[in-house]
């Protein structure tokens, strides 16, 4: 009998001694915990509030660096819509201009009244090329008329100018491989475009381009000018 009442005192003695020690360990947290505060000066509430302020603190600071990203991301995005435009706005006033070019130079192709009739040359156009040396050239040749026929010729084109302090000149045909010895073939009714690239021998300077534009049909016409060396940054708008 008496060890049947030892052995259900056992677990009664086992959970109050774990009750015991529990209300030590949260008596000493708590006595640990006043301790600290008095350590630093400071009372529980007043630490808690100040804890509580900063958390609200951090949470403000967060949102305005969000805040803040969101608006720099919104700038940039502003700023390259508004440089996508200005290249839209200049890409089109570009447009605009080779048009009205392009309607000026087919307007005097119809031309009529006091504009000279028959054969004329547009211009020379000169462009740099990827090496040095190297240049692009374009020449127009048109005809002016009220009723345009069948053209047939050619273009021959010489480039003046100075070697080793001497007058030197190069016909185009020495220097492009776009061409032949007697030049470019010319058949049209309206214009032809005659382009290329050419290559300048070392040490000369060039300062001027003859051009001279020949019909052999419908009749013989001749024509001659004279440009002088001038590079240009782009071709003209002349749809070809």
Known sequence: M?????????PIFIIGTVLVLALVLEAGFYLGQQLAYRGMGAKPKFYKEMQA???????TLRARDTELAIRSTRHEVDRQALEMVRKELSSQNEEIAGLVEGLSFYRSLMSTGDVPQGLSLRGLELIAGDNPRQYSFRIVVQQEARKHEQLRGSL???VNGVLDGQ?????????????????????FRYFQSVRGTMLLPEGFEPASV???????KPTVHEIREEYPW????KFTHVRE
């Open 53 to 59: 302020e900063l958390i609200a603190l951090q949470d």
């Open 2 to 10: 008496r060890t049947l009442l030892q052995q259900r005192r056992t």
């Open 230 to 233: 001038r590079i240009e940054e």
């Open 210 to 216: 003859t051009v001279t534009a020949k019909t052999t």
């Open 156 to 158: 021959t084109v010489v």
């Open 167 to 187: 007058p030197a000149k190069y016909s185009l045909a020495e220097l492009s491989d776009d061409v032949t010895d007697k030049g470019a073939d010319l058949e």
